[in-house]
């Protein structure tokens, strides 16, 4: 079917059995990374579920368009779709020993490395309280990733510790391949979408010859290894619980933090953080592009912000004083700066049945207020206003929501922020260059598939349709 000396079947249910099929066994990693290799599909990734994994087969035989396709993208779609079923229990795999105190204890090799973290990891489950563990390393991949029962085991073992109260601060190497990077993030996704790590990156160039890796539980145990620039079979690591040892690696670990930068940070999308995440974004003098799956809240009419005041709730109002704060900011950029909102207006019926939240509400405790139709002819109407006062606004009107279930703020290379709308809840928030212009990218060239000569025009006309449709309705 793929080399064209087959016909495809002219019931298109045979082919989709077929994908079926392939789909139910192609559950190791090894499998998936061959099958994104071969499809190029950006859904592709660790947490797709066997439904999903049907469609891409699928429309990879019947030579289906592909959708857009960077690291970006792929990461996007892993965020959106992760789940903590997605890992199979500990249990199903081998376990560490608990070290003894005081002495210092030798592995060797690539498998001698991963021995030496399950037996780390084995001795945080024991501690049976919460604790932090500190994180670098740049010296080769290879021991992560190179065994799936390990990564498998790895994945399940990161997200039991989130679950334990375990937090992290993990030190980034140098961003220098992107792709990579993404990767690397993906496969700690269940600790990031925890909320339980702060990422931090040195900014800076690096010798080509000393590697290490340093990982540390303050006061209680330490994992270290020095290689070569280039060497992917790991010498020597040691693993010691004396307690002076462990005093010096985390003195080296922090002499490493304070040369660094914060990379990414992730929390909980109900905390107080996102407020000053978004703001902070909005205040900063750049092209800017958010994407949602509805109308955008930046551009939330005043009488809709009232009533969520009067929810009368520290949250409320902190949510309130805070989408003020970031229309002043916005409005202060905009004289300079395009800023586009990528958005997606709500079948009609469902706002006249009271079905569609308002945009940034979900996160509200009490739970989500939905529009009236009042309401949603004022917020259409503000867009327009948007549109005649500033210039440098962009409205973007899809067909479909891109991604339903993340909102997205991108800022130059600055900053961008991801929001996860369905369980689990989580925001990833970055400010490494590298990684916040790959998010910018991605969106723009959303945009751009709809930016063509006269869509300012096309948007005004159908903004001004949607109300005279609504008004007539009401």
């Known amino acids: 079917m793929r080399t064209g000396h087959r016909k495809l079947p002219s019931n298109p249910r045979a082919v989709h059995d077929i994908a079926a099929f392939f789909a139910g066994r192609c559950k190791d990693d090894y499998l998936r990374s061959a099958l994104r290799q071969f499809t190029e599909d950006p859904r592709l990734n660790l947490?797709?579920?066997?439904?999903?994994?049907?469609?891409?087969?699928?429309d990879w035989?019947?030579?289906?368009?592909?959708?857009?396709?960077?690291?970006?993208?792929?990461?996007?779609?892993?965020?959106?779709?992760f789940s903590p079923d997605s890992f199979p229990g500990n249990k199903t795999f081998s376990q560490g020993s608990i070290p003894e105190p005081n002495g210092v204890f030798a592995y060797y090799s690539n498998e001698g490395k991963r021995q030496a973290l399950r037996d780390m990891i084995t001795y945080i489950n024991s501690l049976h309280e919460p604790c932090n563990v500190l994180l670098f390393t740049d010296e080769a991949y290879d021991w992560l990733i190179e065994d799936q029962a390990f990564s498998q085991w790895l994945n399940a073992?990161?997200?039991q510790l989130a679950a334990a109260g375990v937090t992290c601060e993990r030190i980034q190497p140098p961003f220098n391949d992107i792709e990579f990077t993404f990767s690397a993030i993906e496969r700690w996704l269940p600790i990031y979408m925890a909320g339980a790590i702060e990422q931090y990156y040195y900014?800076?160039?690096?010798?080509?010859?000393?590697?290490?890796?340093?990982?540390?539980?303050?006061?209680?145990?330490?994992?270290?290894?020095?290689?070569?620039?280039?060497?992917?079979?790991?010498?020597?690591?040691?693993?010691?619980?004396?307690?002076?040892?462990?005093?010096?690696?985390?003195?080296?670990?922090?002499?490493?933090?304070?040369?660094?930068?914060?990379?990414?940070?992730?929390?909980?999308?109900?905390s107080d953080r996102i407020f000053t995440e978004a703001e902070a974004i909005a205040a900063i003098k750049d092209v800017g592009v958010y994407k949602t799956n509805s109308l955008s809240v930046n551009t939330l009419p005043h009488e809709i912000n009232e009533r969520i005041r009067r929810y009368g709730t520290a949250f409320t109002f902190r949510m309130c004083e805070s989408f003020e704060r970031r229309g002043r900011a916005r409005a202060q950029v905009l004289r300079e700066h395009i800023i586009t909102d990528i958005m997606c207006l709500p079948k009609l019926a469902d706002v006249l049945a009271g079905r569609v939240p308002v945009p940034g509400t979900q996160?509200?405790?009490?739970?989500?207020?939905?529009?009236?139709?009042?309401?949603?002819?004022?917020?259409?109407?503000?867009?327009?206003?948007?549109?005649?006062m500033y210039p440098n606004y962009q409205a973007v009107l899809t067909d479909a929501p891109h991604n339903d279930n993340i909102i997205m703020y991108a800022k130059g290379n600055s900053h961008a922020m991801l929001v996860k709308r369905s369980s689990p809840f989580a925001v990833f928030s970055v400010a490494e260059p590298t990684m916040a212009?790959?998010?910018?990218?991605?969106?723009?060239?959303?945009?751009?598939?709809?930016?063509?000569?006269?869509a300012r025009s096309a948007t005004i006309h159908r903004l001004r349709e949607e109300l005279k449709l609504l008004t007539a309705a009401m």
């Open 203 to 270: 900014p800076w160039a690096r010798d080509q010859l000393h590697r290490r890796t340093i990982f540390v539980v303050p006061g209680h145990i330490a994992m270290y290894s020095n290689s070569f620039y280039g060497e992917h079979e790991a010498p020597l690591t040691a693993l010691t619980r004396n307690a002076d040892i462990v005093n010096v690696c985390g003195n080296e670990f922090a002499g490493i933090k304070q040369r660094c930068r914060p990379a990414i940070s992730t929390f909980l999308a109900d």
């Open 157 to 159: 073992a990161l997200g």
């Open 61 to 81: 035989f019947t030579g289906a368009d592909k959708k857009e396709d960077s690291p970006a993208s792929r990461f996007v779609s892993s965020f959106e779709l």
């Open 437 to 454: 212009t790959a998010f910018c990218n991605y969106l723009r060239r959303i945009a751009d598939e709809k930016l063509t000569v006269g």
């Open 47 to 58: 947490y797709v579920d066997e439904a999903v994994l049907t469609d891409i087969i699928f």
């Open 363 to 388: 996160a509200i405790p009490q739970g989500a207020l939905y529009y009236t139709p009042q309401e949603y002819k004022a917020h259409l109407e503000r867009i327009l206003w948007h549109l005649d």
